[in-house]
């Protein structure tokens, strides 16, 4: 069976400091894979979605990056974070598929605070 | 522009009585409809799903219902439990859009013992 890493689980960060998390799936190859935000009170947005590796496309314009160095590795970067970073970030995977209906599975979320 | 919208954002229901959780998309290109059940400081889960070649879809005690002309989707759940108690959001997709899923901003249902 598929399962889905995320991790640290939480994170405490200065504003301006770098920043790293990981996601990783098993169980399956060439998933696509995504990165999704949500903000307290909010539903979840989209930043970033891979369907292989090197292959990244993003969502929305801001200070965060993703890359994708292993087929079941998904890594989401700062240089430098801001306070509204703030959040808690999820990872989701998918088989993808011809018609594009997709089931997308998400992992345990990291919870991250900028101070 | 919000094109998935959950416009009630909290419901209460007794033990026993059914939950209808509703989402409303604009997008007639969405062809395919999840839903997902969350709890705190945890990830979603998902729960069912439905095309839209479909009007229904059923499995165990959560029905999905889909209205195109409406452009209206419902999740039932019958009989309500207390473990039930999450945040429910739909999702929406469209074919050809590599799998990406539009997320309404969710619904908190509390089921009461």
């Known amino acids: 069976s598929q399962t889905i890493h995320q991790w640290p689980a939480t994170l405490v960060q200065p504003v301006g400091s770098p920043l790293s998390l990981e996601c990783t799936v098993e169980g399956t190859s060439n998933p696509n894979l995504y990165w999704y935000r949500q903000a307290a009170g909010r539903g979840l947005q989209l930043l970033f979605y891979?369907?292989?590796?090197?292959?990244i496309s993003s969502e929305v314009p801001q200070n965060l990056s993703a890359s994708r160095p292993q087929d079941r590795q998904f890594i989401l970067s700062s240089k430098k974070l801001l306070l509204s970073d703030s959040g808690f970030y999820l990872c989701?995977?998918?088989?993808?598929?011809?018609?594009?209906?997709?089931?997308?599975?998400f992992g345990p979320g990291t919870r991250l605070l900028v101070l | 522009d919000q094109q998935v919208k959950q416009n009630s954002p909290s419901l209460s229901v007794q033990e026993g009585r059914i939950s209808i959780l509703n989402c409303d998309y604009t997008n007639s290109m969405f062809d395919y409809f999840l839903w997902y059940k969350k709890y705190p400081a945890e990830g979603p889960t998902f729960l069912i799903s439905?095309?839209?070649?479909?009007d229904k879809n059923e499995d165990g005690r959560f029905t999905v219902f889909l209205n195109k002309s409406a452009k209206h989707l419902s999740l039932h759940i019958v009989p309500s439990q207390p473990g039930d108690s999450a945040v429910y959001f739909c999702a929406a997709s469209a074919s050809g859009n590599t799998g990406k899923l539009i997320f309404g901003q969710g619904t908190t249902l509390q089921v009461k013992p």
């Open positions: 989701a995977w998918s088989i993808g598929s011809a018609r594009g209906q997709e089931t997308q599975y």
């Open positions: 891979s369907v292989g590796i090197g292959q």
């Open positions: 439905i095309s839209s070649i479909k």
